[in-house]
């Protein structure tokens, strides 16, 4: 068996709520195939400024730094939302760590199971054998540019800004990818308006010449948003910034069925970040009602990208696509059209996958 140090980071609202079944799955395989994982825990967002004043505090930062792999759950919390001016902000946490950590490339893998054809808003036909993985570059575009707001206040600015090495470094990771995969990859910006995306389509034509194995489509934004819901199949790897890569895998997140089932891993420099593509979800916190699917699949893509436990991640999926067969369904995912299902909590969909994997 691998020893590892994993620091889980639930966060606010459903965050905790999920979390519990990403940790509790990775317990099990660490039992059952003999492996030594041992677990720490940090505060992060609104819960940190809570006790600290700080959205991440120094001894997060440190114990995440030390750690083999971090499992994160979500921060946010309605205060921030309804208040734009309050200056200290759960998100900020987030985007600190992205940054220290050089967390660059975010995988958002867009897995349909069979089992949840019909869960989706968009058609079967459609939908039927999608299969995607979104390179969202995680550490630069607009989020980390420069903020201004003038002193009257009434006129503010945030710079979209990319390096040459920040596009090729997370472009060639998308390409590497869809070596492994149906060598196709679609490069979406907004080059017929941005200077920056003019910047990003000029790095991504430069390296298509190293991998001339791997087809490649340049997309505009707005057209790919179409594109998306009216043939996700035509995708295989899509290479994105910042921005446009957040909205895009939202989208996404239907053609897999819910925001519930999608996971992300976050890697770079260091240490692996896995974290569900959602919030804290304030609809539906504290109601023992979110689908902790996201967050199982995200302790998946752990053992497998920063582990390198292949068989145990599968295993995990595999416990997942189980439970989905046998019917059962957190509200998210619930089929309107048939009654064969069994609706359950955060708790019960959880242990059931548990039961899944022994
Ligand atoms: P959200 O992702 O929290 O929720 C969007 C919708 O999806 C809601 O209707 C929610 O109920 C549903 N949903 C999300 N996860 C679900 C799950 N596991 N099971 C069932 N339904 C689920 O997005 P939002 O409402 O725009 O944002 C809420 C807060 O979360 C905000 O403060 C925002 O800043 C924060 N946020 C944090 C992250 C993160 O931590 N990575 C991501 C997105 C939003
Ligand atoms: C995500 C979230 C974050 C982002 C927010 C909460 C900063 O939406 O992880 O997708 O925009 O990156
Ligand atoms: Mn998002």
């Known amino acids: 068996?691998?020893?590892?140090?994993?620091?889980?980071?639930?966060?606010?609202?459903?965050?905790?709520?999920?979390?519990?079944?990403?940790?509790?799955?990775?317990?099990?395989?660490?039992?059952?195939?003999?492996?030594?994982?041992?677990?720490?825990?940090?505060?992060?967002?609104?819960?940190?400024?809570?006790?600290?004043?700080?959205?991440?505090?120094?001894?997060?930062?440190d114990k995440a730094r030390k750690s083999d792999a971090i499992l994160f759950g979500a921060i946010g919390h309605a205060k921030y939302d309804n208040d734009p001016t309050l200056k200290v902000r759960p998100e900020q946490g987030l985007l600190k760590i992205r940054k220290e950590l050089g967390l660059y490339a975010n995988l958002r893998p867009i897995k349909l199971f069979d089992e949840l054809l019909e869960a989706s808003s968009i058609k079967p036909e459609i939908l039927r054998g999608a299969d995607i993985l979104f390179f969202r570059e995680l550490t630069g575009d607009v989020y980390f540019g420069e903020k201004k707001r003038t002193e009257d206040r009434n006129t503010a600015s945030d710079l979209m800004i990319y390096h040459k090495y920040e596009v090729e470094r997370i472009a060639r990771k998308a390409f590497e990818a869809a070596r492994t995969r149906r060598k196709k990859l679609c490069s979406v910006d907004k080059a017929n308006v941005l200077e920056a995306s003019r910047l990003w389509r000029e790095v991504v034509q430069a390296l298509e010449k190293e991998y001339t194995d791997v087809e490649v489509e340049h997309m505009f934004i707005d057209n790919a948003a179409m594109q998306l819901v009216k043939d996700p199949k035509r995708f295989d790897v899509v290479v994105t910034g910042n921005l446009f890569g957040d909205i895009l895998t939202d989208e996404a997140s239907q053609i897999a069925g819910s925001m519930g089932m999608l996971a992300s891993a976050s890697v770079g420099d260091s240490v692996g970040f896995y974290e569900p593509i959602h919030g804290s979800a304030h609809d539906i916190a504290g109601k023992g009602i979110a689908n902790p699917l996201a967050s199982i699949l995200s302790a998946a893509l752990m053992l497998d990208i920063?582990?390198?436990?292949?068989?145990?991640?599968?295993r995990v999926i595999k416990a997942v696509e189980?439970?989905?067969k046998q019917g059962f369904r957190t509200m998210d995912i619930a089929n309107k059209h048939t009654e064969n299902h069994l609706v359950m909590g955060t708790d019960a969909m959880g242990a059931k996958v548990l039961e899944n994997l022994s």
Do not use: C
């Open 1 to 61: 068996g691998v020893d590892k140090k994993i620091l889980v980071i639930p966060g606010d609202g459903i965050g905790q709520e999920v979390t519990t079944w990403g940790r509790k799955v990775l317990e099990t395989i660490a039992t059952n195939y003999k492996h030594n994982f041992t677990f720490e825990e940090g505060i992060m967002g609104h819960v940190a400024i809570e006790a600290t004043g700080n959205p991440l505090p120094d001894e997060t930062l």
């Open 306 to 314: 920063s582990f390198g436990l292949k068989n145990e991640s599968l």
């Open 322 to 324: 189980a439970t989905l």
